[in-house]
T-cell receptor, first 113, second 118 residues
Framework: DGGITQSPKYLFRKEGQNVTLSCEQNLNHDAMYWYRQDPGQGLRLIYYSQIVNDFQKGDIAEGYSVSREKKESFPLTVTSAQKNPTAFYLC????????????FGDGTRLSIL | DQQVKQNSPSLSVQEGRISILNCDYTNSMFDYFLWYKKYPAEGPTFLISISSIKDKNEDGRFTVFLNKSAKHLSLHIVPSQPGDSAVYFCVASAKVGYSGGGADGLTFGKGTHLIIQP
């Protein structure tokens, strides 16, 4: 069945390392999003992509990078420039019609060793 | 500046009673509102939504009320069940092209942790 798959579920990073979080969807959605959630906080948008080969910065893009080479895939790289990367990362997707709810994956929890 | 406020970080309700989760917003550009439910270590799941042209939307045990003049919305769950225990996010969406937050103008509140007691 259709859905969004994020992997891995848990990820550990050493200081100074880049890590890439995977997000794949088979919902045929055009738009995909990456959010970050910190304890006691709402979701904050990192990057979004409304079409293949195009993406835009969200509210907290610094220290992150993305690519959108395929419609189904929107990987997020947490670079060493991100000073506080420990968080719960959520990927979402939606169709192009306005006011379609976003569908979320189950998230990746990133921790720093 | 928080544009979507959920002032109750947690709410405890007895099973079978009504749960009322509140949300206030400040941005008059918001024209569509959604509620998401989230269990620990899972992604949020869409629950119910309402357009600004309506004041009520009902789906089974869930009803969302919108008071545009007060910039306030609420989610009612009747009757509350143990499986309803989760964090509920109030989300507001602005018109396409508005850069209030996110691709579709989605702005999330901080969430309310609903606990249903037996």
């Amino acid at each position: 069945d259709g859905g969004i798959t994020q992997s891995p579920k848990y990820l550990f990073r050493k200081e100074g390392q880049n890590v890439t979080l995977s997000c794949e969807q088979n919902l045929n959605h055009d738009a995909m999003y990456w959010y970050r959630q910190d304890p006691g906080q709402g979701l904050r948008l990192i990057y979004y992509s409304q079409i293949v080969n195009d993406f835009q910065k969200g509210d907290i893009a610094e220290g992150y990078s993305v690519s959108r080479e395929k419609k189904e895939s929107f990987p997020l790289t947490v670079t060493s420039a991100q000073k506080n990367p420990t968080a719960f990362y959520l990927c979402a997707s939606t169709g192009t019609s306005y006011n379609q709810p976003q569908h979320f994956g189950d998230g990746t929890r990133l921790s720093i060793l | 500046d928080q544009q979507v406020k959920q002032n109750s970080p947690s709410l405890s309700v007895q099973e079978g009673r009504i749960s009322i989760l509140n949300c206030d917003y400040t941005n008059s550009m918001f024209d569509y509102f959604l509620w998401y439910k989230k269990y620990p270590a899972e992604g949020p799941t869409f629950l119910i939504s309402i357009s600004s042209i309506k004041d009520k939307n009902e789906d089974g045990r869930f009803t969302v009320f919108l008071n545009k003049s007060a910039k306030h919305l609420s989610l009612h769950i009747v009757p509350s069940q143990p499986g309803d225990s989760a964090v509920y996010f109030c989300v507001a969406s602005a018109k396409v092209g508005y850069s209030g937050g996110g691709a579709d103008g989605l702005t999330f509140g901080k969430g309310t942790h609903l606990i249903i007691q037996p």
